[in-house]
Nanobody, 125 residues
Framework: VQLQASGGGLVQAGGSLRLSCAAS????????MGWFRQAPGKEREFVAA????????AYSDSVKGRCTISINNAKNTVSLQMNSLKPEDTAVYYC???????????????????WGQGTQVTVSS
């Protein structure tokens, strides 16, 4: 699976962005999908995930209530809608695909088999 993330940019605090991850080579509905982020000097951290087939979702506490992950099977894309952005949301955001299906597994980066190249999100105060 080849993943291409897009939609990042510079936004003021309180604003919104919609990240998109396009896949080629495989059907995304056959994978658990996740979004992670990495800020300078910090480890990659879980943001959101959607389970294979079930469509169940999970979010980190830091974004819960502000972000929504969704999958568009017709377009073979997974999106992350981010609202009420904060400066601490600034990071490079990565989408990833996993052969695992349970949400417990999908919160862990090492459970993912394919990664996109990342898209920069910068939130100014």
């Amino acid at each position: 699976v080849q993943l291409q993330a897009s939609g990042g940019g510079l936004v003021q605090a309180g604003g919104s962005l919609r990240l998109s991850c396009a896949a080629s080579g495989r059907t995304l509905s056959n994978y658990g999908m996740g979004w992670f982020r990495q800020a300078p000097g910090k480890e990659r951290e879980f943001v959101a995930a959607i389970g294979r087939s079930s469509g169940s979702t999970a979010y980190s506490d830091s974004v819960k209530g502000r972000c929504t992950i969704s999958i568009n099977n017709a377009k073979n894309t997974v999106s992350l809608q981010m609202n009420s952005l904060k400066p601490e949301d600034t990071a490079v955001y990565y989408c990833a695909a996993s052969k695992m299906s349970t949400l417990v597994a999908l919160i862990t980066p090492m459970r993912y088999d394919y990664w996109g190249q990342g898209t920069q999100v910068t939130v100014s105060s």
